[in-house]
């Protein structure tokens, strides 16, 4: 049964920056769209970007030109960059496949705090 564990979060100051990653037990999501996902307290859960299985990348206006996502498939990995870190980006940060069903890890905080 194919895992995803998210990992890199951390507190960090406004302005701050983290790297954040995704790693898969196994390649089956190399060939899939990706997502990171992140969910504040008391929010909706809400998909911040996307990583297609050909590198085309697509982000919200809520983090575009400040968050970056990429993947290294011989590692059967997914990042996302994330710099010039806001109060209100504080979240938990989940990656999954786009469209072919749920497989959540336990995801990573991360707080932006001054």
């Known amino acids: 049964q194919v895992q995803l564990v998210e990992s890199g979060g951390g507190l960090v100051q406004p302005g701050g920056s983290l790297r954040l990653s995704c790693a898969a037990s196994?390649?089956?999501?190399?060939?899939?769209?990706m997502g990171w996902y992140r969910q504040a307290p008391g929010k909706q859960r809400e998909l911040v970007a996307v990583i297609t299985s050909g590198g085309s990348t697509n982000y919200a206006d809520s983090v575009k030109g400040r968050f970056t996502i990429s993947r290294d498939n011989a590692k059967n990995t997914v990042f996302l960059q994330m710099n010039s870190l806001k109060l209100e980006d504080t979240a938990v940060y989940y990656c999954?496949?786009?469209?072919?069903?749920?497989?959540w890890g336990q995801g990573t905080q991360v707080t932006v705090s001054s």
């Open positions: 196994e390649s089956t999501f190399n060939i899939y769209a």
């Open positions: 999954n496949p786009i469209g072919i069903g749920d497989y």
